[in-house]
């Protein structure tokens, strides 16, 4: 089975731009979840949606933002890009079996570089 | 709140040597917990898990026992080989069915031959 696939590998952007990301889950899963990391923050949690819908969302700025599509991929939108915002982009998917925290397998991220 | 505590890095041993990693956490409720790890320019790869109190998750020679009692999850590994050479993340969820992992800061791993 196919692991989850996040696209592109790397990007550079200029401040002020705005970028996409795309990922694919693993098939069958139906939960996405979105994470940041940074060497000074770490990896932090920004988003999951589950069923087209975003049912948790992290603390970070409303530039952020994301989408899920009845096929379960889903992308995340990054609006008016600030340096800050440089950093690995990490995708993972889970099957959420009702009744129990899931195990969330990650891509291999996307490397976002603002210049 | 909820978070993770893991021991500093890096760690560099030898190969051959015995490894710990310590991770302790807070959580309100009851979470479950992670090892993941972080090779070089990848992303990260689950290294076992535990649900409940007690439970011992293994996978590849590494080990870690969930103890309620001591609010900890430790990482061993009786023979490390250069090829566990990586960043190592202690995580948990907390349940009500919300994927939302909360890692500790990362430990790296060196293994010299």
């Known amino acids: 089975k196919a692991g989850v696939t996040q696209t592109p590998r790397y990007l550079i952007k200029t401040r002020g731009q705005q970028v996409t990301l795309s990922c694919s889950p693993i098939s069958g899963h139906r939960s996405v979840s979105w994470y940041q990391q940074t060497p000074g923050q770490g990896l932090q949690f920004l988003f999951e949606y589950f069923s087209e819908t975003q049912r948790n969302k992290g603390n970070f700025p409303g530039r952020f933002s994301g989408r899920q599509f009845s096929n379960s991929r889903s992308e995340m939108n990054v609006s008016t890009l600030e340096l800050g915002d440089s950093a690995l982009y990490l995708c993972?998917?889970?099957?959420?079996?009702?009744?129990?925290?899931?195990?969330?397998?990650f891509g291999p991220g996307t490397r976002l570089t603002v210049l | 709140g909820n978070s993770v505590t893991q021991m500093e890095g890096p760690v560099t041993l030898s190969e051959e040597a015995f490894l710990t990693i310590n991770c302790t956490y807070t959580a309100t409720g009851y979470p479950s917990l992670f090892w993941y790890v972080q090779y070089p320019g990848e992303g990260l790869q689950l290294l076992l898990k535990a649900t409940k109190a007690d439970d011992k998750g293994s996978n590849k020679g590494f080990e870690a026992t969930y103890r309620k009692e001591t609010t900890s999850f430790h990482l061993e590994k009786g023979s490390v080989q250069v090829s566990d050479s990586a960043v190592y993340f202690c995580a948990l969820i907390v349940g009500g069915g919300y994927n939302k992992l909360i890692f500790g800061a990362g430990t790296r791993l060196a293994v010299h031959p």
């Open positions: 993972a998917s889970s099957l959420n079996v009702a009744g129990g925290p899931d195990t969330q397998y």
